[in-house]
């Protein structure tokens, strides 16, 4: 039946049903949720809070100050 569903374009196929377990187990973003087809929804407080987020917003900034 899930193939059917597959074929159709009404179910995730194998890749898509792959990404979205990943999204949904990863320990990175425990808000991360896949919902519809394809869209990933996600806490914006939880990524401003984030370490790496915080490095790689400066090293942006920096690249926009210095193409100014």
Known sequence: ???VLRWLGLAPSENEQRIIELVNS????QS???VGRGTVMIDVQQIRQDPKFKEL???A????????
């Open 1 to 3: 039946m899930t193939n």
């Open 32 to 34: 991360a949720r896949v």
């Open 57 to 59: 917003y400066k090293k």
């Open 61 to 68: 900034a920096n690249i926009v100050i210095e193409n100014k």
């Open 26 to 29: 990863s320990n990175r973003a």
